[in-house]
């Protein structure tokens, strides 16, 4: 029991925590934001075969429920990497951040993409 109480004095580890919770919270709330701002049902959703500038039909289309995917996306990432860092602290500090690290990476790409298809729109 004596991991939970080191894990979350560890400066360093509540650092990561607080900018995944805030990356995860933040990027919700600007895709739930964007959402409530557009009018219409046709949001592209996935861009197909984007190397070939020639190509036909690279983007699909999609209803809300796909864009709200990445608002579950963020909250599961959020969760999994909180739970595999204060798993694996025991095992070691530096591997418990590099998974808190990873976790940051993973939310600002989902802001990044959940940004670049809904102004696509």
């Known amino acids: 029991m004596a991991t939970p109480k080191k ?3 560890d400066h360093l580890v509540l650092l990561l925590l607080s900018i995944n919770v805030f990356l995860a ?3 919700s709330i600007f895709v739930l934001a964007r959402l409530s701002t557009s009018h ?3 949001f592209i959703v996935q861009c197909r075969d984007c190397s070939n500038p020639a190509a036909i039909n690279k983007f699909t289309t999609g209803s809300v429920i796909d864009i709200l995917g990445f608002v ?3 909250l599961l990432v959020l969760a999994i990497h909180v739970t595999l860092s ?3 602290y025991r095992i070691h500090r530096q591997l ?3 998974v808190l690290g990873l976790g940051i990476l993973l939310l600002v790409l989902t ?3 959940s940004n670049a298809l ?3 729109r």
């Open 111 to 113: 802001a990044i993409i």
């Open 118 to 120: 809904l102004v696509l």
């Open 7 to 9: 894990y979350f004095h």
């Open 72 to 74: 579950a996306f963020a």
């Open 25 to 27: 919270l933040a990027g």
């Open 40 to 42: 219409g049902n046709g």
């Open 86 to 88: 204060l798993r694996v």
């Open 96 to 98: 418990a951040i590099a």
